[in-house]
């Protein structure tokens, strides 16, 4: 009998990874360092690679004469996620493109880049809800906060790492919720 081997899909292979000590808090917004989220892709993938895309004239930024933006993708296993990304200042705002500077653009493709590779799993938690404004971003989050405070006893009491393993295939939905995932990488270290 041919035994049967499954492996996991690059989503859920970087999605596993806990980022949460590699970001950093800068005007009310979560970043992921550029450098370590490539890292990771890379080890996990050493095929991996990344385009940045010109323009016609052979620039690094697009632009429409008002603002500009970058292009960038991000290829694992011959799937591309490309990402867009404006062209922004200290305060997130876009800069108009008379004024952008080659280190703007040099941070916009750092920052796409790192974007692009949470399409593709690591990290992508850290943007949920980052398109929505502040009242329905705590909406948005409101249905894992409430799931999490149901189950969280249940993990602070969890007699071993096979428990913890269980509870996890049961919410998949809180799997990414960094609240949960603290609680179940803390109390995975206290059993064994």
């Known amino acids: ?7 996991k899909s690059v989503f ?8 949460n000590e590699h970001v950093e808090k800068k005007n ?6 550029w450098a370590w989220a490539w890292q990771e892709v890379k080890k996990a993938y050493p095929d991996a690679f990344y385009t940045i895309y010109e323009n016609a004239d052979g620039l690094f930024y697009h632009t429409d004469g008002r603002t500009c933006w970058v292009k960038t993708g991000v290829t ?6 490309i990402e867009y990304l404006p062209v922004m200042d200290f305060r997130n705002n ?5 004024k952008v500077t080659s280190t703007d653009v040099n941070k916009a493709i750092q920052r796409s880049l790192t974007k ?22 705590q909406a948005a989050k ?19 790492r096979d ?29 064994s």
């Open 94 to 98: 876009s800069i108009p493109a008379d």
């Open 116 to 137: 692009a590779c949470a399409r593709h799993g690591l990290g992508l938690y850290i943007y949920a809800g980052e398109d929505l404004p502040d009242e329905e971003q």
């Open 12 to 19: 859920a292979t970087l999605n596993a990874i806990n980022v």
């Open 163 to 191: 428990h913890l393993k269980m509870l996890i295939e049961k919410n998949p939905g809180l799997a990414t919720y960094p609240p949960f995932k603290e609680l179940v990488n803390r109390r995975w270290k206290q059993v």
């Open 76 to 81: 694992i296993n011959d799937l591309e996620h």
């Open 142 to 160: 409101a249905p894992f906060q409430e799931a999490f405070d149901i189950i969280r006893p249940e993990i602070e009491t969890s007699p071993s």
């Open 28 to 33: 009310n917004l979560t970043y992921l360092s």
């Open 1 to 7: 009998m041919e035994k049967k081997t499954t492996s």
